[in-house]
């Protein structure tokens, strides 16, 4: 696009681009400005402009992706599942893959020191099963839904052998079964400000940075049949130097554990995303992932929403949310070692994110594929377009 354009000039062209332009929209938009200006005039686009967000066909998210060698799932609570049989039968219709949103975590599977629990988690595995879908475990370590019993038990000098209990109790149980595991979740916080980026958390204060290699060496022991995955938030944000900083300190830990021969096969990135567009900042994601890749691990995008908070109508708020799933990924997707898909949830009926963002206009949150009534949003489309689109494996 020529430099000396004028404002107007330049905002009329991009619009007369039309609406099948696509992804490139933002691209090309992005080009053309600087700064903020850039991110609101992105955002103007996509609320006043409507997308083509058309798709071929009825077939499912899950039949999409099987075609080009992908997966795609999402995360269910076993009292949704058991209790609304339209969400179920939509779950089984939509999901190639099944992850217990929060039943496998410590707090859910051992209520006591000495009791675990599989009941729910493993009624959820039976759907799986039952549907002819794949299962996987999140998650293994964690900061966080650690039982009120943990800060009693555990001590500096019991913690290693609790750990990998733990680990090897669990990860048994479900051996063979799993697709894969996330051993460690949120292992950085770069505000914590250690060198090395490690969160300060209590496994860390307990055992020292070794409890990821311990973690994962435990796994592959009780099911070396799952793939591995470090499971990580906030990869996905690409305006602060902090999420870059967070980049870097995780490239640098899975660095760190490849060269030690710690078993993680794979990464997760949680990708829970906000209403700001990637823009010009997309060439950042593209060469995260690509980093990733050479280390020879795969992607999996383990826990995608899309939240916004945005003063708009319906329509306009599920256009901006679709157009964040397909620019995202469609990016993600394009590196072959991306390998599977989750929505952290399947409808807006049930979501986190409903808890976690109070909008001013007292509507509810719509950051998943499908509605409340289960019905298929633009989101839904947009994830099918992002398959249909994606390279064959
Ligand atoms: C969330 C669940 O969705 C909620 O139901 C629960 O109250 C808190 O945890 N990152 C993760 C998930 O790795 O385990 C979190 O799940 C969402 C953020």
């Known amino acids: 696009m020529p430099h000396n354009m004028t404002r107007i000039g330049r905002r009329a062209f991009v619009l007369s681009l039309g609406a099948s332009a696509g992804a490139g929209m933002f691209a090309m938009a992005s080009k053309s400005r600087r700064g903020s200006d850039d991110q609101e005039d992105q955002d103007r686009l996509t609320r006043d402009k409507p997308r083509d967000f058309s798709v071929n066909g009825d077939a499912s998210l899950r039949e999409r992706a099987?075609?080009?060698?992908?997966?795609?799932?999402?995360?269910?609570?076993?009292?949704?599942?058991?209790?609304?049989?339209?969400?179920?039968?939509?779950?089984?219709?939509?999901?190639?893959?099944l992850v217990p949103e929060n039943e496998l975590k410590w707090q859910g599977i051992r209520p006591r020191f000495d009791r675990f629990n599989f009941k729910r988690a493993d009624e959820l595995a039976d759907f799986a099963r039952d549907h002819d879908m794949l299962y996987r475990g999140h998650t293994l370590v964690w900061h966080k839904a650690l039982p009120a019993w943990f800060k009693e038990k555990v001590n500096s000098k019991n913690a290693e052998k609790i750990l990998t209990d733990h680990i090897k109790t669990v990860a048994k149980h479900y051996a063979g079964k799993m697709h894969s595991w996330d051993v460690v979740n949120e292992a950085i916080e770069v505000a914590d400000k250690r060198p090395d980026g490690l969160r300060k958390a209590p496994w860390l204060n307990l055992l020292g940075p070794d409890?990821?290699?311990?973690?994962?060496?435990?796994a592959a022991e009780a099911d070396p049949k799952a793939l591995l995955v470090y499971n990580e938030n906030q990869l996905e944000h690409y305006?602060?130097?902090?999420?870059?900083?967070k980049r870097t300190q995780v490239l640098k830990l899975l660095e760190r554990l490849k060269s030690k021969g710690v078993p993680v096969q794979a990464l997760g990135m949680q990708s829970h995303l906000g209403s700001k567009p990637l823009g010009?900042?997309?060439?950042?994601l593209r060469q995260f992932v690509k980093e990733v890749a050479d280390l020879g691990l795969k992607i999996i995008v383990t826990e995608m929403d899309v939240s916004?908070?945005?003063?708009?109508?319906?329509?306009?708020?599920?256009?901006?949310?679709?157009?964040?799933?397909?620019?995202?990924l469609s990016i993600v997707l394009d590196e072959p070692a991306t390998i599977a898909v989750m929505t952290w949830g399947l409808s807006d009926r049930y979501t986190w994110i409903s808890k976690r963002i109070q909008r001013q206009d007292g509507a509810s949150v719509r950051p998943l594929p499908l509605d409340a009534q289960l019905e298929r949003k633009l989101a839904w489309n947009a994830i099918a377009r992002a398959f249909d689109h994606a390279p064959q494996r």
Do not use: H, M
């Not at 080009?68 to 049989?85: F, H, I």
């Not at 305006?239 to 900083?245: D, L, Q, S, T, W």
């Not at 010009?280 to 950042?284: D, I, P, R, T, V």
């Open 280 to 284: 010009s900042q997309g060439k950042k």
């Open 211 to 218: 409890y990821i290699d311990i973690a994962f060496r435990a």
């Open 308 to 328: 916004e908070k945005l003063p708009w109508d319906v329509a306009a708020r599920d256009r901006q949310v679709a157009a964040i799933y397909e620019e995202y």
């Open 239 to 245: 305006n602060k130097p902090r999420n870059e900083a």
């Open 66 to 97: 099987a075609a080009k060698g992908l997966l795609y799932g999402a995360a269910a609570r076993e009292q949704v599942l058991t209790s609304n049989p339209d969400f179920a039968s939509a779950f089984a219709r939509e999901c190639g893959i």
